[in-house]
């Protein structure tokens, strides 16, 4: 009887997460080191440049275990993020549109990699982005990663 307790707890917990999105923020002014373990006694893994967004993944204490963008996981305090939004194009020679349209007129063409900011969350499969250079436009959501 337990164990179908536990089992039936844990469908729901999984259920439910599965319908939540996912948290993003953005390393802030300065690199962001990521660890092994939620101490800066552990191992330093990567540095992640600043803009860069970062998927959270769980919190502990002042701690936070985050995925990037090729889905390494590793630990970072949660003070040197931002909760300003940055997107990471996925594909070289992406096309960012003046309008959410395969036919807009194209604003500028971004390569793999390339950090843009969010400006607006997808709507209708299109997320409006700044190019830090000033420009903006829309991209196709499933184009980027950080949404």
Do not use: Q
């Not at 959270?56 to 002042?62: D, K, N, S, T």
């Not at 020679?93 to 063409?109: G, H, L, P, Q, Y």
Request: charged share 20%; aromatic share 6%; hydrophobic share 45%.
């Amino acid at each position: 009887m337990t164990v179908t307790r536990l089992i039936i707890g844990a469908v729901l917990t999984l259920a439910a997460g599965a319908g939540c999105a996912a948290d993003f923020k953005t390393v802030g002014a300065a690199p962001a080191v990521l660890y092994d373990a939620p101490s800066t006694k552990g191992h330093k893994l990567f540095i992640v440049p600043r803009g860069a967004p970062l998927e959270i993944v769980l919190a502990y204490g002042e701690w936070v275990k985050v995925r990037d963008v090729s889905g390494d996981t590793a630990w970072t305090p949660l003070r040197g993020l931002s909760a300003k939004r940055n997107v990471v194009i996925r594909a070289a020679n992406t096309k960012v549109r003046s309008a959410e349209d395969e036919t807009s007129t194209v604003v500028f063409i971004a390569d793999k990699g390339v950090l843009l900011e969010l400006v607006e969350p997808g709507a209708n499969g299109w997320t409006r982005v700044r190019h830090r250079d000033g420009l903006t436009g829309f991209v196709r959501s499933s184009e980027i990663w950080g949404l």
